[in-house]
């Protein structure tokens, strides 16, 4: 009883730190004249990846690696086949050039780079996990100098209201965001992994479907919440990045403090497989048939793929 009670009580925070860490974003771009896309792939991208990070430290210190591991991938899968498919359901999602020629290829890049690191020894070292670190330092460095040099960039479909609000504001709105999607997050994957391990579940299966979903669901409320408001730029640029912080600082800290080792054969053979998968079906889906646009049948098949993803895990 006490499981479901701390799952009820974390979606309500995460909803409200999705609100919240919308709303310090839009005010945040009006402040930086940053582009709607580059807020959602710094700003609301750190934050929503904090969840993932903490549950992976936490992990790794334990010596559950495959959990770690295994949260980070269950993630990423979670942010394309839940989130994006559900926030495209809701409304049709328009895509800037930025995706395809800069940060779409950066989140495949760190994703086959992973890929490529597990498959030489299984292990995420210490310099590995440096060099995923200073891969995300490179990208925003890229991110922000390409933001400046496309300055005149409208924010559009904004509330006006928002250009006035003060950097105190702005700031408080962050942390009450930042602080309801962390406790938020801690209450739901605490009450997922009791109801699961109750249910006799395995760790490495609660890792990619109940773990990866229970962090998750910061991009899930703060993606809904702005595709509701039309806020489409932040909902996109929210889940790429969230994927590139995922492997690039979650994965990169976690392995700097406890180097990171696959033990379980399905997290290699079967999950980052599908990881891989859901990254590079989006350019194509991107073009075909209609450009540009993830509409609501788009939305259908990438989340019922995702649903197909779990039943598989759940029936190995």
Known sequence: MISILYVIIGFVLLVVGGEYLVRSSVGLSFRLQLSKMVIGLTVVSFATSAPELLVSLQAALDGLSDMSLGNVIGSNIANIGLVLGITAIIGPLAIDRDFYKFNWPVMVLLSFGLYVILDN???????????????????????IKRARKNSDAVVEEVDDALAKVSSFKIIIWLLIGAVALYFGSELLVKGAEAIAKAAGISDGVIAVTLIAVGTSVPELAASVI???????????????????????????????????????????????????????????????????????LKGVIIFGAYCIFVALVFIK
């Open 226 to 296: 702005a595709a509701l408001k039309q806020e489409k730029a932040i909902s996109l640029g929210n889940l790429i990045g969230s994927n590139i912080f995922n492997i690039a600082s979650v994965l990169g800290l976690t392995a700097l403090v406890q180097p990171i080792k696959a033990n379980e054969p399905a997290l290699m053979d079967v999950n980052i497989i599908w990881m891989l998968g859901f990254a590079l079906v989006l350019l194509p889906l991107a073009f075909i048939p209609k450009q540009m646009v993830i509409g609501r």
């Open 121 to 143: 020894d299984g292990i995420i070292s210490r310099e590995e996990g440096g060099i995923l670190l200073a891969a995300l330092v490179l990208y925003l460095v890229l991110l």
